[in-house]
Structures are given as structure tokens and as C-alpha cells.
């Protein structure tokens, strides 16, 4: 119960980046994760990884050898992450320095990005510089997963990502919805 805690403390200190008031559920990451061909996955990269729910289902679908690292902003959240899930490089930096870190760690390519941004409460700025530094590190083929919230849709934000989403992937395809996770979620399921 102390992750909820600390995530809804992270969402009243700042709305505008963590766009959740609870952890994503086991529901949610698994809706997620299971779409992905990891069978040709050898880097994937986490972006926003909050507590941590994601990147621990992401290391059970990992084969062995691959390469990932997750990326979340907020200290509070990145800790928790790092107690959660030890063995995981967790950068805490802005995603926007994506290809930076690769270059960094010798990543000349990742083959998937999975995304706990709070999309649909970016400005149109931030959603095209953080879109605009996905694309620097995902290839023709790549696979992104990403989560909305229902409400998110009535919102411009909401609409608008969903637009671009369809305007830069070759395939956008949505998942049933998370009925569990608080609030209830749906997955955007992409590929380049």
C-alpha cells in the first residue's frame, strides 16, 4: 500500500508529469506487455517507470540476454522503482534525452518502448519533443506500447496524440480495457 501512497503524493506534486492517482495494476502491464514479440526484442527501454510495475513485468518477459533500461523523471517514484526491480539500469532523466542515453550505454537501436506517460495532460510541445526523441531510438518495425485512460479521449491532449499515433505507426491497434486498474485503461498497441 505504500507505493499508492508515495504515487498519489507524486501526483499532487506535480499533475502536469505524473498523470495518475495509483500504480498501474498487474492488469494493466500485462495488457501491456503480452501483444510484443519478444521473441525479437534484444532492447527495450521503459519510459515513466513509476513504481515499477511495468519494469518488473517487463523483466519476466525479457529473454535472456536482452538489453533494458527504464527512464522516470520523478526522484521519489525512481527510488521505489530502484528498491522494486535492483537489477534494472533506471535512468532518472526526462525522456526526452532517450538517444543520449543510448548512445551512452552503445544502444545503436531498441526494438521496443514501453510508455507510462500521462499523455493526454502533455501540452502539444512536450508530446512532439518526447515523440520526436522516441523516433530517434525506434526503427521501422518497432514496437511501442502505451496507455490512455478513457476519460483522456474527451480531452485535446487525448485526441490529439491518438491522431498522431495513427499519422506515425504503421499499425495502431487498442486492447481491450483494463477494468481493474485505477481508473480503467486501454492500451495503445503500435508499431512503425
Known amino acids: 500500500?505504500?507505493?499508492?501512497?508515495?504515487?498519489?503524493?507524486?501526483f499532487l506534486r506535480n499533475s502536469?508529469?505524473?498523470g495518475a492517482v495509483a500504480p498501474s495494476s498487474p492488469e494493466l502491464a500485462k495488457l501491456m506487455l503480452e501483444w510484443m514479440d519478444w521473441d525479437s526484442i534484444d532492447c527495450v527501454v521503459e519510459f515513466g517507470?513509476?513504481?515499477?510495475?511495468?519494469?518488473?513485468?517487463?523483466?519476466?518477459?525479457?529473454?535472456?540476454?536482452?538489453?533494458?533500461?527504464a527512464i522516470e523523471r520523478d526522484p521519489v517514484l525512481a527510488e521505489i522503482t530502484r528498491?522494486?526491480?535492483p537489477e534494472v539500469d533506471l535512468h532518472e532523466s526526462c525522456v526526452s534525452?532517450?538517444?543520449?542515453?543510448?548512445?551512452?550505454?552503445?544502444?545503436e537501436k531498441v526494438d521496443a518502448i514501453v510508455c507510462g506517460l500521462p499523455w493526454a495532460s502533455f501540452s502539444s510541445e512536450v508530446q512532439d519533443e518526447f515523440l520526436d526523441a522516441m523516433f530517434e531510438v525506434l526503427p521501422e518495425g518497432g514496437q511501442f506500447a502505451t496507455f490512455a485512460y478513457w476519460q483522456g479521449l474527451m480531452?485535446?491532449?487525448g485526441q490529439r496524440f491518438r491522431k498522431y499515433l495513427r499519422q506515425h505507426f504503421s499499425t495502431v491497434e487498442q486492447s481491450p480495457t483494463a477494468?481493474?486498474?485505477?481508473?480503467?485503461?486501454?492500451?495503445?498497441r503500435c508499431e512503425r
Open 155 to 157: 480531452l485535446p491532449a
Open 16 to 18: 502536469g508529469k505524473v
Open 97 to 107: 534525452r532517450v538517444a543520449t542515453i543510448c548512445r551512452e550505454a552503445g544502444i
Open 49 to 69: 517507470a513509476g513504481t515499477g510495475v511495468f519494469t518488473e513485468a517487463v523483466q519476466r518477459y525479457l529473454k535472456p540476454g536482452g538489453r533494458f533500461f
Open 1 to 10: 500500500m505504500s507505493h499508492h501512497r508515495h504515487f498519489f503524493r507524486a
Open 179 to 188: 477494468w481493474k486498474n485505477l481508473p480503467p485503461a486501454f492500451v495503445y
Open 83 to 85: 528498491s522494486r526491480c
